[in-house]
Every structure is written in structure tokens, then in C-alpha cells.
């Protein structure tokens, strides 16, 4: 699905990402933790094609292709999928309208049949149910005035509706209560079979225990310096960053 060969990238003349690699294989999940500003938010950015994310080195394969000669529409009618940190406010237009027009144009990049307004609705309607959002949000400006934990269940709203093949969450947990902290692993959870992969970026444990990861990874100083199963979550929530040295101790 994905293969990382020695990233090395930079925004604002600030390299952040010094020699990344990580694979990932249809159908698997995988979580990244690790201290604040080791370049994780900036990982999923160089992934999704973001304006001012520098790629210096190395390359990344997206489905056996080279991601950086794909523009971002391409990437994301290929299936790829970042649910932003700071997701963006897009006043006048409505949810509805916007997921469509998404929505829409995926399926004629894949050459499938267009949704018309009825059929996706109803789609819409069910995905709205799913992640428990009013319907009334489907005719709000998109992210206007959404709370936190709305943001959040909308753009899981946003993934089961485009159906992509990877998935990449931002601290998908953060500010969230515990109620759409489930939403969000139901989500994931729901979506989860052989041929979907997943990228979740986290801070906390707190998300893993909902969405059980096949791997978990240490992003440290712009590199993966560790890789475990599930419970290295666990030891980083008991011993923090310390093993990674001097200046991660105290830091969880
Ligand atoms: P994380 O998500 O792991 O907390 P980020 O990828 O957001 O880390 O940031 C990595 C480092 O890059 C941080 O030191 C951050 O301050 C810096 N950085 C991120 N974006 C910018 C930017 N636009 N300009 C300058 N520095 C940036
Ligand atoms: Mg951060
Ligand atoms: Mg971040």
C-alpha cells in the first residue's frame, strides 16, 4: 500500500524528517506515537501533497506508483485520505455539497458511476447516523462554528463516505470526550478489512485501546526509532520517551 524509503523533508528551511522509513501492507494499521515536535502532524502533510512540506530526499511508493509525481487531487482519487489536526473552516459551502463534489469526483477518477443528489443523501444520511452528528449538519458550512469532538466525527464522516484505501488520522484523539473518542475508533473499526490500511498518529494510548493496532511505531527527531506491537503503547504511557534519551526524560 505504502512504502517510506528514507524521508528526509523540510518546511520553512527546518528539516523535520531525517531519513523516515516505514511500509505498510493492505489491510494493516498502523499507530505513530512520540514526543511533541517529532514530526508526525508533518508526515501526514509531506503524504497528503501540503503546500510548503520541501521533499529533500528519498521516496515513498503509494499503491506501486511514486506519490510525489501525483498532485493532491490524484492522491486522494487514488484513495488516499488525511483527516486534518486543524481541520478548515469552509463557510457558504454546505457539508452536504462539499462531500458530494468529493465524493463525486473519486468515483469518475476510478471510472465509476457519478452518485446522484437522492442516492448520495442517502449514503450521507446513514455515514451522519454512524458517527451520531444530527443530520442537520449535513447542511451547515463545512466546519463552521464545529466544535472539537464535532470536527472530528465529521471527519470520520468525511473517510466512510470517500472510502479511501489509506487512511491517515491526526491525533484524532485529542480534546476528544470519551464518547467521540468512540465514535472515532468505531469509525476506524467499521472501516477496518484486508485491503484498507490505517496510519494513526496519536499522543495517547487512550485511542489504541478502542482501535487495536497491528503496529506501533516511535517517531523521534524526524525518524521510526522504534517499532512494536501493541504494547509498546502501554510502556510509553508507563515510562514515557526516557529510553530515547537525556532530553525525552519526563516527556509522555
Ligand atoms: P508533531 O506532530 O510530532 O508534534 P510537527 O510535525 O507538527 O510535530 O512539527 C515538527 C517540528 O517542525 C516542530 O518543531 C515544529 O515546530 C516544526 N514546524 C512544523 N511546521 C512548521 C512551519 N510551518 N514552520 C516552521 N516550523 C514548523
Ligand atoms: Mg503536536
Ligand atoms: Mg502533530
Do not use: W
Request: glycine share 10%; proline share 3%; charged share 30%.
Amino acid at each position: 500500500m505504502l512504502k517510506i524509503n528514507n524521508l528526509h523533508a523540510k518546511v520553512e528551511d527546518k528539516v523535520i524528517l531525517k531519513g523516515l522509513n516505514l511500509e505498510i501492507k493492505p489491510g494493516e494499521v498502523h499507530a505513530i506515537m512520540g514526543p511533541n515536535g517529532a514530526g508526525k502532524s508533518t508526515l501526514g502533510y509531506v503524504l497528503s501533497g501540503r503546500e510548503g512540506y520541501e521533499v529533500q530526499e528519498g521516496d515513498v511508493s503509494f499503491k506501486g506508483e511514486d506519490l510525489f509525481e501525483m498532485d493532491i487531487e490524484e492522491r486522494a482519487s487514488k484513495g488516499l485520505f488525511l483527516a486534518f489536526q486543524y481541520p478548515v473552516e469552509i463557510p457558504g459551502v454546505s457539508n452536504m455539497e462539499f462531500m458530494k463534489e468529493s465524493v463525486n469526483a473519486t468515483r469518475e477518477q476510478r471510472g465509476e458511476e457519478l452518485l446522484s443528489a437522492t442516492e448520495f443523501l442517502k449514503k450521507a444520511k446513514e455515514a451522519c447516523k454512524q458517527v451520531q452528528l444530527p443530520l442537520d449538519f449535513l447542511k451547515r458550512g463545512v466546519n463552521e462554528g464545529f466544535s472539537g469532538g464535532e470536527k472530528k466525527r465529521n471527519e470520520i464522516m468525511q473517510m466512510i463516505l470517500l472510502q479511501p484505501s489509506l487512511c491517515i488520522l491526526d491525533e484524532s484523539d485529542s480534546g476528544l470526550d470519551v464518547d467521540a473518542l468512540q465514535v472515532v475508533a468505531n469509525g476506524v473499526n467499521s472501516q477496518r478489512d484486508s485491503a484498507r490500511s490505517f496510519i494513526i498518529i496519536t499522543h495517547y494510548q487512550r485511542l489504541l485501546d478502542y482501535i487495536k493496532p497491528d503496529f506501533v511505531h516511535i517517531l523521534a527527531d524526524g525518524k521510526i526509532v522504534k517499532t512494536g506491537d501493541a504494547s509498546l503503547a502501554h510502556e510509553i504511557e508507563k515510562e514515557g520517551y526516557a529510553f530515547l534519551g537525556k532530553e525525552y526524560e519526563g516527556v509522555s
